[in-house]
């Protein structure tokens, strides 16, 4: 039998994602063959996942800038400043393909990572967020994949010991084939103590520390690039396996080695692991980098220098130290338990050489790997534009009060207690409002101060599959209004922006005119991105998910005693709805719930009516006025009744809006609105007249039933029961 031929190294390179005309451009740059680790390298650092080079032209539409911006897109995570020289650092990331493959480590390691990309800052991990998008439930993996992605999210952040307050949770069929994993972190750190990637000058130690090196997740950036198909559950080995223990020891050791002065520059191994940190200090700071693998800490015997720079082993580090200080380095290394090695210097070559067993087996130029990879600019089609549905369109339920019951026992509206339970919520002390409690947005408390952070996360992918422009505009309006309805100053957003195969024009669509819906939301309502990942290839064999371009927001609430939940609701307080509505059913959960269509062009966001409404809200709760509120959204301002009813175990009773069909009046999903439940509505009423703004009484809060006059009563209890019992009878069924 005669052997196999010897693969060619542009056959290599295409294994590794590059294209045929992407390895001619290694070519020039090198101006001749790379070998196999140069290969492997440019890979990583050229792959979609690290390089961005499908996005990056239109990223740049963002506002990335502001009064309170003390560091933007960039870094391993924005900053921002929330006075009394107090900065927050935060960032979500996704962990998609992992997720999929391996759902518990894949979970798992994506809260670790992203903690490490804002401890590595300089802050101290106070809060966590996640926003999960699973199959339709009668999928055959779907349970299983809930199952190990919440077991590791709590898994992870129990262990360590970081609060998860918030997030969102949606099943949908588009999602069968590709889950997506999103988590996000926030700090807490001291402005004038924010800790940077880029090395300063040549002639600087690099110090390893961490965990060892293993084999796990090599080309998991890579795979993180690529589409799925039938076999892609022989993707395990690139899944990393996380130690939340090894972590907590991490956050510790980084933090005092901060503090002890020693740190010139210091970077997270995530995605592309040593390759990337290295490649990003060095290429950051203009200066070159030598390392000598043989010093790389390693838990398996005989690793290549290709499986050492290409592993994602998890809860790694690696540090610039200042001239002289490895000893002060190595003395908290050890005092924490943790492997540490010098293992490189910063050269002024410009190269990246990297040595293993005597041998040069890796010496090219940092500027293609770091900043020179290509770029892309895709064609695009728009997504066609849907008509605009009038109520008489959609048909009403012929039994309002099964149709109320239906919507919220739905998978996307029913309760999700059984897994935000499995997640600790309170570990540190600091947490005000969680998912538990019935709030808009999770609130920590700014430990030894009267400030607290607010932080949400969302997105409506119904809408952008629609719309994308219109449901990018919404994605960031809705955050900033959850933001508000806590009583919070919207100041800054984090987006994750999860799309399928950018190669294809109509993929391209959703995400150009995705951002440039985002990117108008976030100047009309000054809230500037300031940190953010970009996941692509988001399909299984050509059929992409639904667009879901996920934001994580922050803000800043002065004096906690000051906010809003919509759990407060007594007897005998007023409803009083705020805002325009006009009964917009398209893309709405009642269409595709109750009608079981999915059609329609989506609600409309005016930005600037956004603002005016949210000014209002927000000046009520911050002047003690109003301390119950929900803004609208999924469901309309029947859902939102519903939950501050469940929220505050008390009936209540509507009176439809007038000028609208009572189904749109209900169900419509109008954007700019909240329910506002307070004794005394003048201030609310006299307000929103001063401001030129729609307000209006519609119910009173009272007794076991959540009614509408003249139309149903409800018995809160049987609400309870479906809108409860949903997610444990599917997850123990």
């Known amino acids: 039998m005669s052997a196999q031929p010897a693969k060619t190294l542009r056959e ?20 001749r063959e790379p070998n196999p680790v140069e290969l492997g390298v440019f890979s990583v650092m050229w792959s979609e996942h690290c390089s961005y080079k499908s996005s990056k032209k239109h990223l740049g539409k963002f506002p990335t800038t502001g009064p309170r911006v003390i560091c933007g897109p960039g870094e391993n995570a924005g900053v921002i400043d929330i006075g009394d020289g107090q900065a927050c650092i935060f960032k979500m990331e996704s962990h998609n393909h992992p997720s999929y493959i391996e759902p518990y480590q894949g979970a798992a390691t994506g809260v670790g990572g992203i903690m490490r990309d804002v401890f590595t800052m300089g802050a101290r991990p106070i809060a966590l967020l996640n926003a999960l998008r699973f199959g339709d439930p009668s999928h055959p993996k779907t349970k299983r994949l809930v199952s190990g992605v919440v077991s590791g999210i709590g898994g992870y952040g129990n262990c360590v010991g970081v609060p998860t307050v918030a997030g969102e949770t949606n099943f949908h069929r588009g999602y069968d084939g590709n889950i997506l994993v999103n988590a996000m972190c926030v700090g807490l750190a001291d402005a004038d103590k924010i800790f940077y990637s880029a090395a300063p000058a040549a002639g600087l130690p690099v110090v390893y520390f961490g965990s060892k090196t293993g084999r796990d997740g090599i080309h998991g950036a890579t795979m993180a690039s690529a589409e799925f198909d039938d076999a892609s559950d022989e993707k395990r080995p690139t899944v990393q396996v996380g130690d939340p223990f090894a972590e907590k020891l991490l956050i510790e050791a ?7 002065g020693a740190v010139a520059a ?20 203009g ?34 130290l200042k001239p002289g200080r490895e000893a002060d380095g190595q003395r908290i290394f050890e005092k924490w338990g943790l492997d540490a090695a010098t293992i490189g210097i910063t050269t002024d070559t410009g190269h990246m050489v990297l040595k293993h067993q005597g041998e040069i087996v890796c010496d090219v130029p940092l500027a293609p790997l770091f900043d020179d990879a290509p770029l892309y600019d895709r064609p695009w089609v728009a997504t066609p534009a849907q008509p605009r549905l009038t109520a008489a369109e959609v048909p009403a339920p012929a039994d309002y009060a099964g149709a109320v019951l239906k919507l919220m026992s739905a998978p996307d509206m029913a309760s999700k207690r059984w897994l935000w339970e499995q997640y600790d919520r309170h570990v540190m002390a600091d947490t005000l409002e969680d998912s538990a409690t019935g709030a808009d947005a999770g609130i920590v408390r700014v430990h030894g101060s009267r400030k607290a952070l607010a932080v949400t996360s969302d997105c409506t992918p119904r809408y952008v599959l629609n719309d994308a422009y219109e449901g990018g505009k919404q994605v960031v309006a809705e955050a900033w209004r959850n933001l508000t309805a806590v009583g919070a100053d919207p100041i800054a957003i984090t987006d994750n922006l999860n799309f399928g195969n950018p190669e294809r024009p109509e993929i391209m669509g959703q995400i150009v005119r995705a951002i440039e819906g985002m990117a108008e939301a976030c100047r009309a309502l000054d809230f500037p991105v300031v940190s953010g990942n970009v996941s692509l290839y988001n399909e299984t064999n050509g059929q992409a998910i639904p667009p879901t371009p996920t934001v994580g927001a922050v803000g800043l609430i002065p004096d906690y005693a000051r906010r809003a939940d919509f759990a407060g609701m007594k007897a005998g307080d007023a409803l009083v709805l705020v805002g325009d509505t006009t009964g917009e059913l398209g893309a709405s959960m009642y269409l595709r719930e109750i009608v079981g269509r999915e059609d329609g062009a989506p609600p409309p966001v005016d930005l600037a009516q956004e603002r005016k409404v949210g000014d209002i809200i927000r000046n009520l709760i911050l002047s003690g006025q109003v301390t119950v509120v929900h803004d609208l959204s999924d469901g309309g301002l029947i859902a939102a009744a519903a939950e501050m009813a469940l ?3 008390l009936g209540l009773n509507l009176t439809a809006p007038e000028g609208v069909a009572v189904h749109a009046a209900l169900f419509g999903e109008d954007q700019a609105r909240y329910l506002i439940a307070v004794s005394d509505p003048a201030a609310v009423l006299d307000a929103a007249k001063a401001a030129g703004v729609t307000a209006s009484v519609i119910g009173q809060a009272g007794g076991d039933d959540i009614a509408v006059e003249g139309l149903f009563a409800l018995p809160l209890a049987k609400l309870r029961d479906a809108h409860e019992g949903w997610m444990p009878a599917y997850m123990g069924g």
Do not use: F
Not at 12 to 31: C, F, H, M, P, W
Not at 254 to 260: D, F, N, P
Not at 266 to 272: E, L
């Open 12 to 31: 290599t390179a295409a294994e590794y994602g590059l294209k045929s005309e992407e390895y001619d451009v290694i070519l020039q740059r090198l101006n």
């Open 254 to 260: 980084t933090l005092e080695l901060m503090a002890s």
């Open 266 to 285: 210091i970077q997270d191994m995530g995605a592309a692991g040593l390759t990337s940190s290295s490649v990003e200090m060095a290429g950051k700071g």
């Open 287 to 320: 200066v070159g980098i030598e390392l000598n693998l043989d010093m790389v800490p390693q838990r398996e015997d005989g690793m290549s220098a290709y499986e050492m720079m290409l592993s994602e082993s998890q809860e790694r580090m690696l540090a610039i």
């Open 647 to 649: 929220a505050s175990k």
